[in-house]
C-alpha cells in the first residue's frame, strides 16, 4: 500500500521560509515521479513542483520558481519542499503526490497517490 504522509505545515510571516516533508511508503522514489501541490481556498489545485523519474528533471510553477525547491532522500524514502521568500498567496493546503507515469510534469490528473495535506499559512 502507497502512503505519503506530509509535515511541516504552520504558521510563517510573508517574507519567512518553511520546509515541508513527505514521507513515502510502499514506493520506490526512484521509479516515481514525485512532487507537490496545493490548493488554496476557494482556487482550484496547483501544480507546485515536481521531479520526474525519466530523468529528474524538475519543474516548477510559474508562481514559486526561484523561491522553493523540491528535492528527495532516497534512502530515506523522503520528498522535501523548501520555501522561501513566503508570500500570502503562498497560503494553502499542501498535498505530496507520486505517479508512475515519469513525465506526468504538473498534470494533476496523471497522479495517482496523493497524501493527506499539511497547511501552510502566510501571514502579513
Known amino acids: 500500500e502507497v502512503q505519503l504522509v506530509e509535515s511541516g505545515g504552520g504558521l510563517v510571516q510573508a517574507g519567512g521560509s518553511l520546509r515541508l516533508s513527505c514521507a513515502a511508503s510502499?514506493?520506490?522514489?526512484?521509479?516515481?515521479?514525485i512532487g507537490w501541490f496545493r490548493q488554496a481556498p476557494g482556487k482550484e489545485r496547483e501544480g507546485v513542483a515536481c521531479?520526474?523519474?525519466?530523468?529528474?528533471?524538475?519543474y516548477y510553477a510559474d508562481s514559486v520558481t526561484g523561491r522553493f525547491v523540491i528535492s528527495t532522500d532516497n534512502s530515506k524514502n523522503m520528498i522535501y519542499l523548501q520555501m522561501n521568500s513566503l508570500k500570502l498567496e503562498d497560503t494553502a493546503l499542501y498535498y505530496c503526490?507520486?505517479?508512475?507515469?515519469?513525465?506526468?510534469?504538473?498534470?494533476?490528473?496523471?497522479?495517482?497517490?496523493w497524501g493527506q495535506g499539511t497547511q501552510v499559512t502566510v501571514s502579513s
Open positions: 503526490v507520486a505517479t508512475w507515469n515519469s513525465m506526468a510534469r504538473l498534470d494533476s490528473g496523471l497522479y495517482d497517490y
Open positions: 521531479i520526474e523519474s525519466f530523468d529528474g528533471t524538475t
Open positions: 510502499g514506493i520506490t522514489l526512484d521509479d516515481y515521479t
